[in-house]
């Protein structure tokens, strides 16, 4: 039943904010009507061994306006939802039908409904887009129908009695609406339709509950938490058999929740959000979970970007979509999305749902002249320098990079505007080598200029970026130079003798090394004695730190607002690009992506204070450490960051095997 303090007006309201399209879509195909027939039997469900965690993400791109309590369907294309109805910032219901493509976040009017809308449920069945119910400043009985392709809503039937915030779910072609309110009572009767104008009920729900989270699974209907008759939300879970026309309670969530989303995704049951029990009122909830149907445990498998409650969720192929919802604040224009991601860990285990789960990621904070690293958890669990492992004799000022070395159990950083590179080893902090003079910029033998990017390689030796000075160089151990790629301060791009201000070096399993220049967007692939293997032009402004992803395939950041990141060839070919203008996802002078084994992108947004991943396949943000335009030193904060570096068991550096 709609909430008395929303006051009732037209809101005409959605579009899109202008974002870069992304050329990879990454969708499935919608789910469809399977069966005119009710199923027969309901088979155990069947569960892998581990449940995989939920990567999950906020979209660079938001609806024009706040929405929650909406219905969202699945739409006639593979990237397409419908958006029908729903609450806006205001408090006013919503009467418009759109089409969003999650694939570019364009949205496109299609339709009305018979009247402003909310809290209703909905399902597509039979080709046709149907509406349950739902309401403004009362509960109704109507039934809408609308087309899957485009166009106004229609009368189809009447449910038995007014029902608002209820849920539904497909199974086969048959609809069921489960729980919800009328106004006065609770609805315990679970509602089956294959039409939208004949319904039959085919159980009770022994806790009746409004505001469910709903999913099918292997012919039975899940309902996650609830509000309950004396207004408090429920962890309880049910199971609705419709053949036998049973329902349970078979389980609990961690906490009590109502308003939460529920999917059914590559066979594992998730919930998210909703809102919980907390002091003072009530607070959206960040978790997702996955729930294990034999067990009846309910185990973290990841948490939302933003915390919501009430929001419209529909599954298109193997990820399920958020949009709206509501968070402390009220109706929000955020769309998000998850899916299973065992690379993102498993459900229950500490960190599920972390982009580099089995592993720990170390940070330059460039800005507060420091090294941390983070488990998986997002704690920090070493820094440096630190009481017990003192900075250098010369200072610790900017950490521009930091890489691991000697399997693990050393870092190599530079200090670009302090002209020195430090070795050091792992955990226990002690300088073990350096090279450069503390303050001192110069080209001298043991001089440095603004150096960039220092690792070590596999024979020892340490190459960097020396910027400044417009080389490459290799030293050795003792401290001598090897050999030079670049001409001293000749800062063009004039292969193979000279470089424009060459501000990457990334080595290569193959013994070359990969040089960005600033002057000119160059990337270049050189031997390890100075010849030219191929160069490309790029289409940056200010390339920063490339590295190799594939075969003819490479990644770079680009140092710039907003900031970019590239998938480009040999030939300077660009295989993708991202580049978001504004709002969550606009990234500010990001200077080093990498692409992890989970599959997603890492890199630190430098300007932004904050270290993120995206992934490529639909440009969310899957993962964030700091506060984006808020700098500093307390947990949870960063200040400028500009590097970073992933160690896996076994001292694994999965990002950069080139290296020692």
Known sequence: MPRSRWRRVTLGLL????????????????????????????????????????????????????????????????????????????????????????????????????????????????????V?????????????????????????????????????????????????YDGTNFDPAVLATNDGATFTAVASLPVPVRYPAVAALSGRIYVFGGQTANGEPTSTVQVVDPTTHTAKVVGSLPEPVTGASAANLQGVL???????????????????????????????????????????????????????GETAAGPTSTVQMLTPNLQFGTAGASGAGSPYFGGNLLIADAGANRVLLLNPAGQVVWSYPSASAPPPPGGFVYPDDAFFADHGTAIVMNMESYQ????????????????????????????????????????????????GNCRVLIINPNGTLARQIGTTRVCVHRPPTELGSPNGDTPLPNGNFLISEINGAWVSEYTATGSLVWSAHLALTYPSDPQQIGPNRYLIAGYTSPGVILEFNKQGQTLYRYSVASGPGALNHPS???????????????????????DPATGATVWQYGVKGVSGTAPGLLNDPDGFDVLMANGYTPTHTGTG
Request: hydrophobic share 40%; charged share 10%; with cysteine.
């Open 15 to 130: 579009g899109t904010v202008a974002v870069t399209a992304l050329p990879l879509a990454g969708c499935g195909t919608p789910a469809r009507p399977a069966a005119k027939a009710a199923p027969t039997h309901t088979a155990a469900p069947v569960l892998p061994v581990e449940l995989p965690a939920a990567e999950s993400g906020v979209l660079p791109w938001t609806l024009a306006a706040p929405l929650s309590r909406e219905v969202v369907l699945p739409g006639s294309g593979a990237t397409q939802l419908t958006i029908l109805g729903g609450l806006g910032a205001g408090g006013g219901s919503a009467q418009g039908i759109y089409t969003l493509d999650t694939s570019t976040g364009a949205l496109t009017f299609s339709g009305s409904l018979l009247g402003p809308l909310h809290d209703a449920s909905g399902a597509v069945i039979g080709g046709r887009e149907l």
């Open 132 to 180: 349950f119910g739902g309401g403004t400043s009362a509960s109704t009985a109507a039934v809408q129908s609308a087309p899957l392709t485009s166009g106004s809503a229609t009368a189809a039937g009447t449910l038995p009695q007014p029902r608002s915030d209820s849920a539904s779910a497909v199974i086969g072609s048959t609809a069921y609406i489960v729980g919800g």
């Open 270 to 324: 998730y919930v998210a959000g909703g809102e919980t029990s907390s002091v003072g009122g009530t607070a959206p909830n960040p978790s997702i979970w996955a729930f294990n149907t034999v067990s009846g445990q309910a185990l973290v498998a990841g948490v939302l970007r933003v915390p919501v409650s009430h929001a419209g969720i529909a599954t298109l192929g193997q990820r399920a979509w958020l949009v709206g």
């Open 420 to 467: 020195e590179i430090v070795k050091i080893a792992y955990p226990s902090g002690k300088v073990i080598w350096t090279y450069g003079h503390p303050g001192v910029a110069g080209s001298a033998p043991g001089y440095l200029n603004t150096p960039d990017d220092a690792y070590q390689l596999k024979s020892g030796q340490i190459s960097v970026a020396d910027i």
């Open 592 to 614: 080093l992506v990498e692409l992890l084994p989970s599959g997603v992108f890492m890199l630190n947004d430098d300007q932004n204070d904050r270290m993120i991943a995206i």
